[in-house]
């Protein structure tokens, strides 16, 4: 097969996407991804949501990681919740988006997706990294997010869905326009 034709086209990718309203923490998914601080040993928002559902042992795995960098990801298991793997990744603070922001957001959808992808899940979910505490503009997020991830889907047969989760209304609606925006391009 070539390239061309081993590559799938945008449009069949976006149907591997999908969104969801709510808290993520509740998703029978094979991986979710948890908006990390570099400690990685927990904090507020969704990191907090996911540490108190998972319970403590995960806070011991993750003191054992070392830390994480801006932009990387680590993978640890997801102990109480009903997903199989927690992807720890940290979100760069936005600044005023000259600061590598959108490249170290753009790093943390790849770095995560390829992590997935290396230990066989078939379905991730993502919050919007960096769209709370870390200050990220929704819309300029929602579209690194979403171009990010149909690029890797596009050459890679894993995760086969990606979900991502909205806890705002607001949020999901940015999300929804977007994706609608593709279909129709
Ligand atoms: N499920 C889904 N999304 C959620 C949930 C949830 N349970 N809770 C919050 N969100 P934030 P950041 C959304 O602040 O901006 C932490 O203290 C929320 O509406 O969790 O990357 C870390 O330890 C927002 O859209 O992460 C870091 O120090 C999105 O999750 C810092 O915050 C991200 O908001 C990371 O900041």
Redesign the pocket.
Known sequence: MTDAASRESSHDCISRIDLVR????RLDVDAIVN???TTLL?????????HRAAGPQLREVCAALGGCATGDAKITPAFRLPARYVIHTV?PVYRDGAHREPDLLRSCYEKSLALAEENGVNSIAF??????????P?DAAAQIAIDATLRFLADHPLPRRVSF????ES?YGVYERLLRDRRRA
């Open positions: 709510g808290d993520i923490t908006a990390a601080n927990g904090g507020g928002g969704v990191d907090g949501a996911i979100g919050p919007a990294i960096s769209c709370g505490a870390y200050g990220y929704i989760v909205l806890l705002l949020d």
